[in-house]
Structure formats: C-alpha cells, structure tokens
DNA sequence: CGGTGGACCTGCTGGC
DNA sequence: TGCCAGCAGGTCCACC
C-alpha cells in the first residue's frame, strides 16, 4: 500500500482522532516483523498521551509525552486502523493498541515487512532508521536543481535514482513510474544525461503526483483504506502504472512495462525520452 | 565508491 | 477443481 501519500492520508485522518488520547496497554500477538518488535513495547508506551503525529519518509510518527516516539512503518501490506475493541481480530492482525477512549488502534501486516518501535523524540533524526533519509519532497528545499546538484557523479537510471531513498524519501515503485511520465522522462534514462531544464521537469512532477495523490485520498491501489478502515477511498487516478498494454492518456501508444532492480517500471516509449 | 540483485514474507490471480 | 508460476505499494545487505 503506503508510498508517501498513503502514509500522509494515514497521519491526517488518524491524528483527530488519537490526539489527547492515552495508550492503556499494548497486546502484542507476532513480533517478527522485519525487525522484531521489543518485548519492551508495551511497557514503554502505557499510560503515556499521545501529542500529535507526524510523518517522516514513509514512517507514521506518534508523539507521545515523557519525550516518546512510536514509529510505524507499515512495509508492503501494512495497515493501521482503528477498530472498537469488541471486533473480532482479522489474521495478521500483529498489534493492538489499546486506548484509555476504549478503541483500538490496530497494526495487521500479513507480509511482516513493516516495523513498529519507540525513540527518543529528539534524538529521533540521528537514529538509524532516520539518520540515512534524504529530502522530503514536500517541503522546502526539495526541487528539481537540488536533484540535480545530488545526480552529480552517479550514473544510475532516472527511476532507480528517484527511489533511492538517501536522495529524496517517499516516492515508491508506483510514483516513480507517474512522475517520470508526467515529465516526459524516460525511466532507464541515465541521471549524467538529464539537463537542468528537465531536472525542473522532474521535480515539479514529483511534487504534483505527491500532492494529488494526498489531495484524493491516497490514490494507489483499490484497497487502500484510510485510518478509520473505511474502504470509501477507492481510487485510481494512474496515468502508467498497472497499466501495460493500455493506451497512453496522451499519446495513445500502448504503455509499456519492462522490469528495473528487479521490479515493475511502466511507461510510454513516445511521450518519455 | 556506486549500483544491482537477492532476501525477507504471505496472499492473490491467471493459466493450464 | 487444483496446482503452480508470477506478481505485489519497501528496505537492507552482500557482492561486483
């Protein structure tokens, strides 16, 4: 599910709804996620309020008093809704936060590639999960000519450059491939062959995707639901992705799909160069 | 050093 | 109907 937007949509449905709330206790069920959850967890976080959340890379951030972070990642297939507590428990439902309001919040990930931890709030920048990340692209400082200042020395494929996680964080395999073909960008395109007019290009698609994404709700795939476990934000609004064989939205070529570090790129031969 | 490919997991879909 | 291959939104690490 979450590339950066889904993670967002999360963070701001979620946060009216937790904020000045209390975690009671943490009921734990599996914790071999990708790292294992610390048997620590639920002594850390009950009793504590929760400030407010925030959202770093594709990490769901949760501010809670006495200085505390819950951290969520939710990987491939994670998800995080809340859930009153008399529902029955879905498979891989891994973690259930109970909260002093008498919900859950619940954490299923049938994949495991997710993670849930707790930080010191302030030394959350220097840890290791943090301490690597790049730009967000939603705030200042992000543009195109930054992107451009970072290709200098490397050679890597545009697509494979944009996902690189150290360069600029939250564009996944799915918006990669939409900001490429907004730009007109081709995919395998090396960054040392890319000139500043379309490091322009590129970065203003990247924001634009980002920012419509959000603005409908998490785009993505058909199963996305929000915090609350509503399944209304069914929408698919890609111009490539999934999409091969289709006809191009301007052009009316046939996307094409080919595979990149291992995994799906789709694009338009015509209208990306 | 930069860049790639495999590994980590489970579930779903489509072809035979 | 059953089986199997292929694919899936992320990230890390070994290896060239």
Request: charged share 30%; aromatic share 6%.
């Amino acid at each position: 599910m979450p590339e950066l937007p889904e993670v967002e949509v999360l963070r701001r449905t979620l946060e009216p709804h937790l904020e000045g709330d209390r975690i009671e206790s943490v009921l734990v069920r599996e914790r071999r996620l990708r790292e294992p959850v610390s048997p620590q967890l639920s002594r850390r976080l009950s009793g504590r309020r929760i400030e407010r959340l925030r959202r770093r890379s594709k990490y769901l951030l949760v501010d809670l008093d006495g200085e505390l972070t819950l951290a969520v990642h939710l990987g491939m297939s994670g998800r995080l809704t809340l859930r009153p507590p008399e529902m029955t428990a879905e498979n891989h439902e891994h973690l259930v936060f109970r909260l002093a309001s008498g919900r859950d919040l619940r954490f299923r990930d049938p994949r495991r590639f997710g993670l849930v931890f707790t930080v010191a709030t302030h030394r959350l920048a220097e840890d290791r999960h943090f301490r690597h990340l790049g730009a967000e692209p939603l705030e200042g400082g992000f543009s195109g000519q930054m992107l451009r200042r970072r290709a200098r020395g490397r050679r890597a494929p545009v697509k494979s450059f944009l996902m690189d996680a150290r360069i600029v964080v939250g564009i996944g395999n799915i918006y990669a491939s939409e900001a490429l073909y907004r730009a007109g960008v081709h995919p395998l395109r090396s960054v040392t062959r890319i000139a500043a007019p379309r490091w322009t290009a590129i970065g203003a698609s990247v924001v634009g995707v980002l920012s419509d994404a959000i603005a409908q709700g998490g785009t993505t795939l058909n199963d996305f639901s929000d915090g609350l476990g509503e399944s209304g934000y069914f929408q698919v609004s890609l111009d490539v992705y999934g999409r091969e064989g289709l006809p191009c939205p301007r052009c009316g070529a046939s996307i094409r799909r080919i595979r990149q570090l291992g995994r799906s790129t789709y694009y338009c031969a015509s209208c990306q160069r």
